[in-house]
């Protein structure tokens, strides 16, 4: 896979003197989902306002598709859709007009079917005729997406996209999403909601008071850092672990019940079969026995802590 961003170096301090980007270096790569965690105020609305030439960097370069964000401006920002993380609207306007306009900004011949279709997938094609002001704010931020693929970006950024979307229309968000990333188009997202990031992402970035303090691919990220955790429920309750287990990572729970056996995910030897075997010796049995793996919230709110 070949970069479509090439971010070198970047950095941001803003007129009040704060620094809100520190050397960022992040390549994204061509058609993949990239999700951009971090903390209020960490600097993914700033690094996302740089590249699609809202905010100047204060030093450093991005190049999209090999053009200069700042030389080579409109080339550059053509190939990009943006969905702020404010919504922003000209609330007068109808939604058919809003889109076209958007379109006709970035010099694209007038497409109505394209136009339509988009708005079909967005659940808002009913709304069409409808001025924005009139529409509920889940479907305003809906219009703010139609808007930002009016003009058949290759790049898209979606800065907290479902923030205010019920459930339902944020599972229908993700299907349009992933059927934009089948289509080729390149997908970077900020979230507060980890689910989001876990659902959808290929490769996860953390960023942390404007500095990126991890990139990983998400499977590898969740093997890596994801402990995973046995349960093991207790045919006769135990009043306290027998001397034969105290070398197991094992915990009881207070009703002596269940049994807990924590262990290293990406370690082979996990230490399991040793625990049943000595459960057996010790004669202590188990009805039901359930694995589970950390989630990236977990791990993610652990990496934030680690690097405070
Ligand atoms: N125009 C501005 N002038 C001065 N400081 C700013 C400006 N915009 C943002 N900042 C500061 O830069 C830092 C990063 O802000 P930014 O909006 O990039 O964070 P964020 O990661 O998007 O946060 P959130 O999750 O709340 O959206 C914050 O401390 C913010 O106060
Ligand atoms: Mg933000």
Not at 108 to 127: C, G, I, V
Not at 238 to 254: I, M, R, V
Request: hydrophobic share 40%; glycine share 8%; with cysteine.
């Amino acid at each position: 896979m070949s970069a479509v961003i090439a971010i070198q170096q970047l950095s941001k301090t803003y007129a009040s003197g704060h620094s809100a980007l520190r050397q960022v270096d992040l390549e994204i790569q061509r058609g993949e989902i990239f999700a951009l965690l971090g903390p209020n105020g960490a600097g993914k609305t700033t690094l996302i306002s740089i590249i699609c030439g809202i905010v100047n960097p204060t030093s450093g370069q991005v190049l999209v598709d090999g053009q200069d964000i700042v030389r080579d401006y409109r080339a550059a920002r053509s190939q990009i859709g943006l969905v702020p993380q404010e919504l922003v609207n000209d609330v007068f306007e109808t939604v058919s007009a809003s889109l076209r306009f958007s379109r006709g900004l970035f010099g694209k011949k007038p497409d109505p079917a394209y136009l339509e279709q988009l708005l079909r997938d967005l659940s808002l094609w009913d709304k069409r005729d409808a001025k924005i002001f009139e529409l509920s704010g889940g479907m305003k931020r809906r219009v703010m997406i139609a808007k930002a693929l009016a003009h058949e970006p290759r790049i898209l950024f979606l800065d907290e996209p479902t923030a205010g979307v019920d459930v339902e229309l944020r599972r229908d968000m993700w299907e349009m999403v992933r059927r934009l990333r089948e289509r080729g188009v390149t997908i970077i997202l900020t979230t507060h909601y980890i689910e989001e990031a876990e659902e959808m992402a290929d490769r996860i970035g953390i960023i942390r008071k404007g500095e990126i303090i991890l990139v990983e691919d998400k499977a590898l990220l969740m093997r890596k850092l994801g402990k995973k955790q046995l349960s093991l429920q207790l045919k006769q309750p135990l009043a306290s672990l027998p001397g034969s287990l105290q070398g197991f990572a094992l915990e009881l729970d207070a009703q002596g019940q269940v049994l807990r056996y924590h262990y290293d995910g990406q370690q082979e030897h996990s230490g399991i079969a040793e625990l049943l075997r000595t459960l057996d010796e010790a004669g202590i049995e188990f009805g039901d026995l359930q694995s589970s793996q950390s989630s990236l919230e977990e791990i993610f709110v652990n990496l934030l802590r680690e690097s405070a």
